[in-house]
């Protein structure tokens, strides 16, 4: 039974006693759960019927979902635990991955597939008369993430469990997750995704670990032995109950942690309003603490500022913090000396970058370090991952509402920042200009705290996500940085699952890779390459080839359903799926769609390709131009479509509510993988690996990964066009799209299409802002100036998909050399040069 209790200041406040403190027989010697077909059905006939009070005569499809996950769960705790024992017996150094987003999709194929109870499953719900899909179907995507950086930090997990590394992700239990996307007149509507609604069995709450997180107050000082301390008072505080989600390893007994933190008010009241008899009122006043944790911010790639997501960020930091150094305390006391070897925290961008000035609070204010004592052990546990160059996306917090919000870590903050400013000072002695460009604090009207350079004075690591990205960090905004501690920035390209993104996602691929070359490829996707050799082969291409259309059969199936769009799998399908935003140029891919439709309705149509064109992605709210692109997409697709002269020809498809679960099907479904990004302006990119691994081909430019994607698939095996970074930013200064436009007659009917209202006869000027985009010289992301060889880069496409054999080929050799873009190799990088942890093996389960 839980029992409040109240330590007056202290961490725990709302928890269970603890009255175990040895291990209890009938617990520490359960026998093992069957992993055969029949215990597991057992299992879910038991919670079915007994747990969830469900009726024989009515299968509600969401309970037959629970009671299978709960039963699949059970396998997972086994483990779970005998990892945990593992881990606590061998004292091992451990890193936890601070991630304010992990985008993770659906837990119970990956706990099916990682648990190697794949088969046996599937074949005893059949016998129930279940149909596994349709289960699998029921359950809501967990969607705590905006895009790629929510999930890699999920694919990053799996692989952590898959080699074995005792790595805990920490994160926030939003209770609404990213939005779901609806389409309204073509247009993208908003809906609140209460994805927890009807409960969530792949988490466990763990009340005993609950922390308490400080808001307001203000910073006090006092003496102790001579020396001054400080404390902060005060505060407003909230509590942070952690939810904790098994992490399964691929068939390896290991199951790590992602713990995720949920908001709750104190048990305290306010005593004043209390005693003044509004004991409603004080109750009621309680719940503002909840919404710290209510929703997930929807924007991709720009930060907004909001006071709400500064609380986020801190909470997460926070109570993260207090439960390691907890853990830290129940084992070694008060003795710190080890704790920079055993301990190392990795930061997904700069949103969890409150830990810096939270970790020296604890240190000093808690456990009564002196600065340099924490300073010493900050500076070298904390490490802290870049994840883009946009401007809009660095993160920036005014001085006054930080200060507010969070006093103890402002003083903390500039006392960084002073030390640090005296070493620029000392290393370049009278270079103030340099002082003010590197201060942590930005002056100006409203001084400003710079995260980013938070992170880099703190971390012993930087790293960028692709070996472009990492090497523009060095050039531009780290420069200064860079020739401070060179040592200090290093590059790990991001990659993907292949369990998630290959074995469970594309089953018939799994199969006939599996048969052709052993299933060593799962844990260790370099093998891949063992499949060139069997490009040369009629017979192996023709499998492939049965596998895609498969593949193809099952995406058009999908698109038909959400879009009410017949897609034909004969045709070349030709697909861009990511968040909405002008850098990664939908409306270049939108321009050559209308251009291939002018053909078509010049009838330039000998030897015509058929394609199938879908695009995908959700729009932050308030990202308006975003928003106009979605609804072009739709306006342009309902003119091509509805065309009987483009029957047969051309397709164009807008997928509503793009998400983890839609893209498992996409990616082994798509023929063209569209990564048309302006040179510079991604990161890395991880869509771009996913379809690589099942036998996409890339029509791309030399951004991010995208570059050592056609390094490993080889460039004759790549579709390149478009500017280079660096021709870029010499493009710029003198960029005049009227000349480009006036020089091209293909973009010239393409724009006068545009601005004739042909797709919009109704709705006159809503495309105004995107004609204006196009033709401006401003224009950032250099459309027009990469549009001729976008069009010249399809039509080669064209002309090779209608080489089948030669297509095909150029398909396995792709697969083939995806190896790289393992998340495997990406942990085993961190690991290497960052992390430097040991591989532990779980006890087994007996
Ligand atoms: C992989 C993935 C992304 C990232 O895609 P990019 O093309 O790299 O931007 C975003 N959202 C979802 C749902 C994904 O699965």
Redesign the pocket.
């Given at each position: 039974m839980r029992q409040p209790i109240t330590r007056q200041g202290e961490t725990i406040i709302h928890t269970v006693p603890l009255i175990i403190s040895k291990p209890v027989p009938g617990i520490a010697d359960l026998p093992a759960l069957g992993m055969d077909a029949n215990s597991i059905v057992n299992d879910f006939i038991r919670y079915f019927s007994h747990t969830l009070g469900q009726d024989k005569m009515c299968l509600a499809a969401y309970q037959v979902y629970t009671s299978l996950s709960m039963s699949l769960r059970d396998r997972l705790v086994e483990r779970w635990k005998n990892t945990q024992y593992a881990y606590e017996e061998q004292n091992c150094k451990r890193t936890y991955y601070l991630s304010l987003e992990f985008?993770m999709g659906r837990a119970l194929g990956n706990a099916m597939l990682n648990l190697d109870v794949d088969k046996p499953t599937e074949e005893a719900l059949r016998n129930l008369g279940l149909m596994l899909e349709e289960i699998a179907d029921q359950e809501h995507d967990a969607g705590l993430g905006n895009?790629?950086l929510g999930?890699l930090a999920a694919c990053f997990l799996d692989s952590c469990a898959t080699l074995q590394l005792p790595v805990v992700g920490y994160g926030i239990r939003y209770e609404y997750g990213m939005f779901r996307q609806k389409i309204d007149n073509g247009r993208q509507m908003e809906e609140p995704d209460h994805w927890l609604r009807d409960g969530n069995p792949w988490e466990i709450e763990r009340p005993e670990h609950t922390v308490r997180v400080k808001f307001g107050g203000c910073t006090r000082y006092y003496h102790r032995d001579g020396r001054l301390y400080a404390r902060w008072t005060d505060s407003q505080d909230v509590v942070a109950v952690p939810y904790d989600v098994p992490i399964p390893g691929y068939r390896n007994g290991t199951v790590n942690t992602l713990r995720l933190w949920s908001a709750a008010a104190t048990d305290e009241f306010d005593l004043s309003e209390f005693n003044a008899g509004s004991y409603t009122e004080a109750v009621a006043a309680k719940n503002g603490a909840e919404n710290i944790t209510m929703v997930l911010y929807p924007n991709d790639a720009s930060e907004n500022g909001k006071e709400l997501r500064l609380r986020q960020q801190y909470f997460l930091a926070s109570a993260s913090l207090q439960d390691v150094l907890r853990n830290w305390v129940n084992i070694h006391g008060s003795n710190f000396e080890n704790f920079a070897e055993k301990n190392c925290f990795q930061l997904n961008d700069t949103h969890p970058t409150c830990a810096v000035p939270e970790l020296m609070r604890l240190l000093m204010d808690k456990h009564f370090l002196d600065w340099d004592q924490a300073w010493a052990i900050t500076s070298r546990t904390v490490a802290y991952t870049n994840h883009t160059l946009l401007p809009e996306a660095l993160e920036r917090w005014p001085v006054s509402m930080f200060g507010r919000l969070l006093p103890r870590l402002l003083d903390i903050i500039h006392e960084i920042n002073a030390r640090f400013l005296a070493d620029v000072a000392q290393r370049w002695p009278g270079d103030t200009a340099r002082q003010r460009r590197m201060s942590i604090i930005e002056e100006g009207d409203e001084a400003q705290i710079r995260m980013a350079y938070l992170a880099v004075v703190s971390s012993a690591s930087v790293n960028g996500v692709a070996e472009l990205h990492s090497h523009l960090l060095q050039l531009h905004l780290f420069h200064d940085f860079y020739e401070m501690w060179p040592s200090k920035f290093n590059n790990k390209t991001n990659g993907v699952t292949p369990r998630r993104w290959m074995a469970w996602s594309n089953p018939g691929l799994n199969d006939l890779i599996t048969r052709t070359i052993g299933d060593g490829w799962v844990t260790d996707l370099t093998r891949l390459r063992k499949l060139a050799p069997h490009a040369d082969k009629a017979k192996f291409r023709a499998e492939w080839r049965a596998v895609k259309q498969a593949n193809k059969a099952r995406l058009a199936e999908m698109v038909q359903r959400d879009c009410s769009i017949a897609f034909d799998t004969e045709a070349l399908f030709d697909v861009q799926v990511?968040?909405i935003h002008e850098y990664k140029r939908q409306l270049l891919n939108v321009l050559h769609v209308i251009h291939l439709y002018d053909r078509i309705k010049r009838g330039d149509t000998a030897d015509w390709t058929p394609r199938c064109v879908l695009i995908g992605g959700k729009a932050a709210p308030g990202y308006m131009i975003a928003k106009c692109i979605i609804k072009l997409v739709n306006s342009v697709a309902k003119v091509i479509n509805e065309d009987p002269a483009a029957q047969g020809l051309l397709k164009l498809a807008f997928f509503p509510d793009?998400?983890?679960s839609a893209?498992e099907v996409i990616c082994p479904g798509t023929d063209l993988s569209e990564q048309i990004s302006t040179a510079g302006k991604e990161a890395s990119?991880?869509?771009?690996m996913?379809f690589m691994m099942n036998g996409a081909l890339t029509i791309g430019t030399l951004d991010g990964a995208n570059i050592e994607i056609r390094e490993e698939a080889g460039e004759e095996n790549f579709f390149l066009f478009g500017l280079t970074a660096e021709e870029v930013d010499a493009t710029r200064p003198n960029y005049n799209p009227a000349a480009i436009i006036a020089a091209d007659e293909d973009l010239r009917r393409v724009m006068q299409l545009l601005e004739s209202g042909h797709f919009n006869l109704f709705e006159p000027g809503i495309f105004d802002p995107i004609i204006h985009a196009v033709t401006s010289p401003h224009d950032p992301w250099l459309t027009a100036a990469d549009f001729r060889g976008y069009i010249d880069a399809q039509q080669q496409v064209a002309r090779a998909y209608r080489d089948q054999e030669n297509w095909t080929r150029m398909s396995i050799l792709n697969t083939a050399a995806s190896g790289k873009f393992s998340s495997d190799r990406t942990i085993l990088d961190y690991n290497r040069d960052i992390w430097h942890l040991s591989q532990v093996p779980a006890w087994p389960v007996k």
């Open positions: 985008l895009g790629g999930r990511k968040r793009y998400r983890v893209m990119g991880t869509g771009n996913k």
